[in-house]
């Protein structure tokens, strides 16, 4: 199957900081990547999605300029935390698909733990 | 409004048969998937179904009922390695995914 990497896994960062999360298709060309937010013992929440070479389209409630998403090429994209406060703390997890519609199969990355202090 | 419906957990027998329902509600309908996710971990896909009808991979088996709004996973033979949470959602009229909440699978020994 295709596979999705993010970078990192892992963050701690002290709060007012910015981390930059990156999420890659490694062996195929992800026309559409969604970024999600996990809270523990909740499901999936879709945050944005971006198409390669357009602006990224913002679920209802998110702040497009906290949140900066830039999907530069077909293997690429990442999310920019920007100004981070504790209750951006969340499981962060990136999914590509290789059309333009969310019915095609997303394939998911590993997630980012994101910790703010 | 949108709505899928998942019970919250369930618990099941390592080697028995269990079947985890979703209901749903949407505006339109182009196909349903089921995912799993271990904890802390990102889903994976297990299954895409569009059509009515059982569709059987391995272990698990998907089927839809889309003049009833239903879908079920059935997972057989449980192994500890299923315990999981399993994510039902459902691609609208607008082909945007909506997720339902997740059941969370407890296999006991």
């Known amino acids: 199957g295709a596979v999705v990497s993010q970078h990192p896994s892992r963050v701690i960062c002290k709060s007012g900081t910015s981390v930059k999360i990156e999420c890659r298709s490694l062996?195929?060309?992800?026309?559409?990547m969604f970024w999600y937010r996990q809270f523990p013992k909740q499901s999936l929440m879709l945050m944005a999605t971006s198409n390669e070479g357009s602006k990224a389209t913002y679920e209802q409630g998110v702040e497009k300029d906290k949140f900066l998403i830039n999907h530069a090429s077909l293997t690429l994209s990442t999310l920019t935390v920007t100004s981070a406060h504790p209750e951006d703390s969340s499981f962060y997890i990136c999914?590509?698909?290789?059309?333009?519609?969310?019915?095609?199969?997303?394939?998911f990355g590993p997630g980012t733990r994101l910790t703010v202090l | 409004g949108q709505n899928i419906d998942q019970p919250t957990e369930m618990t099941a027998t390592e080697g028995a048969i269990v079947q985890i329902n979703c209901t749903y509600q949407?505006?339109?309908?182009?196909?349903l998937f089921w995912y799993q996710q271990h904890a802390g971990e990102a889903p994976t896909f297990l299954s895409y179904?569009?059509l009515d009808g059982l569709e059987e991979k391995g272990r698990f088996s998907s089927f839809l009922s889309r003049s009833k709004g239903y879908s079920y996973l059935l997972l057989k033979e449980l192994q500890m390695k299923d315990s999981a949470s399993y994510l039902c959602a459902v691609v609208d009229s607008n082909y945007q995914l909506i997720w339902g909440a997740g059941t969370k699978l407890i296999i006991k020994p």
């Open positions: 949407t505006s339109g309908f182009n196909g």
């Open positions: 062996d195929f060309q992800a026309t559409t």
């Open positions: 179904n569009v």
């Open positions: 999914s590509a698909s290789s059309g333009r519609v969310s019915y095609n199969e997303q394939f």
